[in-house]
């Protein structure tokens, strides 16, 4: 089997690191990890990991990121443990200073103690609660976990998804090439109820590290995401000499296209208030992906992070093109969280 050698700047003068967000970390360093999830993909099992552990927690439900991190760990040697608080496992406080006569039974403080003290790494699925977004917007969870936890934490979602970062321009590099100055429309879709901005988010933040042309496609203001995301991103672009733009043009936005990317989020302004954003939305149904938009690009890749709602986000025919490579993406969720793992867990 080849070696895979780490880099180390996940642990820089003896300091431990988290996998929380890409924008920790510089293009030179995701770069390494994506190029080390290639050569995995050749190379999948080995018992490079031996002994290691990782405990996976989810409060929220899952498909290919448990399945993933679970066989990543498998085949690397380690072992994973799933946890699921509130049903497997004790409900979880995160908030400080609270007085825990509510349902949770144990709180973060000593969660992250003991797993530190069984496992090498945690990670850690936590959506948002979807009631108020100043406090959400602060994840609060997550960086609650990694606080109090003395082994790397890794986000597996919350309001971002960097393991979904890596998969995707994982994929645009094997169907691409080098992203730079390449055109990727990142499109809201309908859905029937309003969703985590995580992937749109995260989806910006990778793309604008690589230099790429990045359109958002919304189809009103109040789907604008999260200024703290829009800055950086903006940021990002700025050095990597990419470009960002907001456009309610379907059109205009599609056209010469490198690559789709759609997603669905709810409107920010209206979030908690999910009977007033439902009234917003009603009238964009015709923002899903369809043959006829996807015409109006440079023979576009298309791809979503999965689940996909078929005939609601894209239709059978995007899906079921040539073009579509969403199964692409979900298999190197496989290969980059494996290159992940090997950095955080120190195997060589």
Known sequence: MQTIQPLGWFFLD?????????????RTELQHLLDQSAALKQHPVSD???GKTIALMFLNPSLRTRTSFEIASFQLGAHAVVLEPGKGAWGIEFEP???????????????AGVLSRYCDAIALRAFPQFKDWSV????????SLAQHASVPVINMETIVHPCQELAMMRTIQDHLGEPDQRKLLVTWTWHPRPLNTAVANSALLMASQFGMDITLLIPDEAYRLDPQ????????AARSGGRIQVSQDIEQAYRDADWVYAKSWGALPLYGQPAQEARLRAPFKHFMVDEAKMALTRNA?????LPLRRNVKATDGV???NDCVALDEAENRLHTQKALLLELLGGQ
């Open 229 to 236: 995301f829009m800055q950086q991103a903006e940021s990002q």
């Open 97 to 111: 200073g609270v007085v825990m006569d509510g349902d949770a039974e144990e709180h973060i403080v000593e969660v």
């Open 301 to 305: 890749r298309f791809s979503h992070c």
């Open 319 to 321: 899906m079921d093109s």
């Open 48 to 50: 490079v990991l031996a």
């Open 14 to 26: 003896d300091e431990m690191k988290h996998f929380l967000s890409t924008t920790d970390y510089s």
């Open 136 to 143: 959400d917007r602060e994840d609060r969870v997550i960086r």
